[in-house]
C-alpha cells in the first residue's frame, strides 16, 4: 500500500518547479526520461467510478489501459491498470496486453475479465507529458506531470483529446511505512497537497 501527495500548480513555468525539486534536500533527482503518458479510461453507462470518487466513497476501484508515446493509432506495449483505493492508501496491479490497434480497444477490452465481468466500456481518453524523479534510495518517487488533454472517447478513430488543462501536477508517491519520513519531506513544498483527479477532471471536460 502506498501513499501519493498531489500537488496542483497553475501558472508556474516548468524550470521553477524543476528548480524546487531539484532543491529539496532528500536529493530527488532524475529516474527516467520524459515521456508521454497516455490512457484510456473505462466505467459503467452510469459513471459509477466517476460517482463514486464525487461521492468520497472510500473504497473504489478505476480501471484504465495505458501506453506511452506520441502514438494513438497503434498502442505499443499497452498495459491494463487496477487501480485501487482505501482512503488515503491504494495500490495498483498490472496486466500487460498484446499490442492492439485504436479500432480494436472496446473489443479487446470485452476479453478481458476484468472488464467484461463489471460491465466495463471505455469512455475517456487523456494524454500528458510527465517528468520522473526519485531519491537515491528509491523510497520516494516524484513526477511532474504536465500539457494535459483530454476526450471522449471514439472507436470510430484515434482521436487526440481536445480539451487542454494549463495545470501542473506534481505528486510524491512512497510506501506506507516511510510517511513519517515524508512528513519531513513535505514540509519544505511551498505547496498545499490537494485531491486531483485526472479521470474526473477529464470526465467534466468532455462530457459537461
Known sequence: ?????????????????QQMVRLLPVGFREA??????????FDTVSFSAYQDNII????RTKFRL???????????KPVLEEKVKHG?????????????????????????PQISNLNLSPVLINSYLRYYYATPDNRFRL???????????????ALLPYAFSEK???????????????DRITQFFPLRPTKHSKYVIGIQASYG
Open 66 to 76: 495505458r501506453w506511452y508515446g506520441e502514438h494513438f493509432d497503434h498502442l505499443l
Open 168 to 182: 501542473t501536477v506534481l505528486e510524491i508517491k512512497y510506501d506506507q511505512e516511510f510517511s513519517e519520513e515524508a
Open 143 to 157: 513526477t511532474i506531470d504536465l500539457d494535459m488533454k483530454y476526450g471522449r472517447f471514439e472507436t470510430s478513430r
Open 32 to 41: 527516467f526520461p520524459v515521456r508521454r503518458v497516455n490512457n484510456v479510461y
Open 1 to 17: 500500500m502506498r501513499y501519493e501527495r498531489k500537488y496542483v500548480l497553475e501558472n508556474v513555468p516548468l524550470f521553477d518547479i
Open 88 to 112: 488515503e492508501l491504494g495500490y495498483k496491479n498490472v496486466f500487460p496486453l498484446q499490442d492492439t490497434f485504436w479500432k480494436d480497444i472496446a473489443k479487446a477490452a470485452r476479453e478481458i
Open 56 to 59: 468520497g466513497i472510500g473504497d
